[in-house]
């Protein structure tokens, strides 16, 4: 069994900061990619920050030069560090990684259950 966790959402002021965490547990042989997704209401959900084995990123054109995606292997989590937040980054924030749980599987996505960040004065 595979558990993902998120953690820090919140509500934030507009030019404020939040960072969020995604933890991954339990049988797990091996990390691939990892991201941060969000979905508004009424609207699709869409990749913000992705960051793969080698340590390169992507971003979204939305949030360059604000957000910052991190990874720490040995605590099998990656973060969403969120500056200068606008109320336009309001919605559900969901982690996916990229895991094998044996040297013979293949990578499956396990989603986060999504932390909601607020931007609001």
């Known amino acids: 069994q595979v558990q993902v966790v998120e953690s820090g959402g919140g509500l934030v002021q507009p030019g404020g900061s939040l960072r969020l965490s995604c933890a991954a547990s339990?049988?797990?042989?091996?990390?691939?990619?990892m991201g941060w997704y969000r979905q508004a209401p009424g609207n699709q959900r869409e990749a913000v920050a992705l960051i793969n084995s080698d340590g390169i990123t992507n971003y979204a054109d939305s949030v360059k030069g604000r957000f910052a995606i991190l990874r720490d292997n040995a605590k099998n989590t990656v973060y969403l560090q969120m500056n200068s937040l606008k109320p336009e980054d309001t919605a559900v924030y969901y982690c996916?990684?990229?895991?094998?749980?044996?040297?013979?599987?293949?990578?499956?996505?396990?989603w986060g259950q999504g932390t909601q960040v607020t931007v609001s004065s």
């Open positions: 339990g049988s797990i042989f091996s990390f691939n990619t």
């Open positions: 996916l990684i990229q895991i094998r749980v044996s040297r013979f599987s293949g990578w499956t996505g396990y």
